[in-house]
């Protein structure tokens, strides 16, 4: 704690010429609060924009109590960035993630790549830009499409398909039912990627835009996820740190980027049955709803649904079959999905198994 509450001084003498007399009675009301233990170091340093920018404005003085009266009128100002940064600054238990940093609705400020901040990350030894090209067998499947009507089939029909023996007659490719939706097949060599490894991954990358962008180098630009804490503590499987959390993400589909909600579901929902999957070979599914658009509610229900299955072949190495259930009718769209699909998890194969290896016990 001396150790601690040292760093803090050393913070906050940095900070102290550029307060007024408001900003510096602020500044030694934060510094009790972390005295009392009720916020952390990193939060401390990464939200000091926020009484930076607010010393002008009307802040608590040192006498007044926790909890802040700030009143809906004051809900643009400065003072009431600062009452945010507040409620932010509160501690985390050990088993409890939250994103981190706060949430950006202006997309002009994603970018893709990495920079500085990105570059800082404990794990940014596995980012690599250079991604493979589509497979052959995904160049073949996309030659062919678009295929024909009968092959396509609903959401709610996934779960016994692909839980069958075998391979259905599209595993790559795309094509347009009868109602006019569209579906897209993927199949990708995973070997190294277990079902584990693959459930881990879904629930670790939400938090941080930087983890995101490791799947897809040349696509990915954000990511955010609501709630915006987890606990993590009482969950039985990788799974349980996912379903049910909506990952708000944006990334170029082909040449264009799309503000996304991966809103992720019990594969049950889907008529996957858990039951089954040993005796199929079958290591994980991964079912989300699609909502185009950032949100956290399923309350209109989309329709549109991506499944993730991880298989595991004969030789002991895995495939993934994917499948991605859209409202829409577009070959371009349906193109650039496939592609995007098959390029980020053949990345994904490339750094997982040491990225799980190194993070897994680590939030």
């Known amino acids: 704690m001396a150790e601690f509450l040292q760093r803090i001084c050393s913070l906050a003498a940095g900070w102290w010429r550029g307060l007024d007399r408001t900003g510096r009675a602020a500044l030694r009301w934060v510094y009790r609060e972390a005295v009392c233990g009720r916020f952390s170091l990193q939060q401390?340093?990464?939200?000091?924009?926020?009484?930076?920018?607010?010393?002008?404005?009307?802040?608590?003085?040192?006498?007044?109590?926790?909890?802040?009266?700030?009143?809906?009128?004051?809900?643009?100002?400065?003072?009431?960035?600062?009452?945010q940064f507040l409620i932010r600054a509160t501690p985390l238990p050990k088993h409890r993630v939250q994103n981190l940093v706060p949430n950006e609705e202006d997309d002009t400020k994603y970018y893709l790549g990495y920079r500085a901040a990105d570059f800082a990350r404990p794990y940014a030894k596995y980012w690599d830009p250079n991604v493979q090209p589509i497979s052959s067998e995904v160049q073949k499947g996309l030659s062919s499409s678009p295929w024909a009507k009968p092959l396509a089939f609903s959401p709610q029909e996934a779960g016994r398909l692909l839980m069958q023996p075998g391979y259905l007659q599209m595993e790559n490719g795309w094509t347009v039912g009868g109602d006019g939706s569209l579906m897209i097949a993927v199949r990708t060599d995973i070997p190294s990627i277990s079902g584990e490894m693959f459930d881990w991954w879904f629930g670790w990358h939400q938090v941080d835009s930087a983890r995101y962008k490791l799947l897809n180098p040349v696509a990915h630009q954000y990511a955010w996820h609501f709630p915006e804490q987890l606990e993590w503590a009482n969950t039985s499987s990788y799974a349980q740190r996912y379903i049910g959390t909506f990952s708000q993400i944006d990334e170029y589909i082909g040449q264009d980027a799309n503000k996304i909600t991966i809103a992720f579901v019990d594969p049950k929902e889907l008529g996957f049955d858990r039951e089954r999957f040993e005796e199929r070979g079958v290591e994980t599914v991964v079912v989300a709803q699609i909502i185009f658009g950032h949100t956290n509610s399923t309350d209109q229900g989309s329709g549109q649904y991506l499944v993730h299955q991880v298989r595991r072949l004969d030789d002991g190495s895995r495939e993934l079959r994917s499948r991605f259930f859209l409202k829409i009718t577009s070959a371009q769209i349906a193109h650039d999905l496939l592609v995007h699909c098959n390029i980020e998890m053949q990345h994904l194969n490339c750094f997982l198994p040491d990225l799980f290896s190194e993070f897994k016990d680590r939030l």
């Open 44 to 83: 401390y340093a990464f939200h000091k924009r926020h009484f930076l920018s607010s010393h002008h404005s009307a802040l608590p003085s040192v006498s007044q109590p926790t909890s802040l009266p700030f009143s809906p009128s004051t809900r643009d100002t400065a003072s009431h960035r600062c009452h």
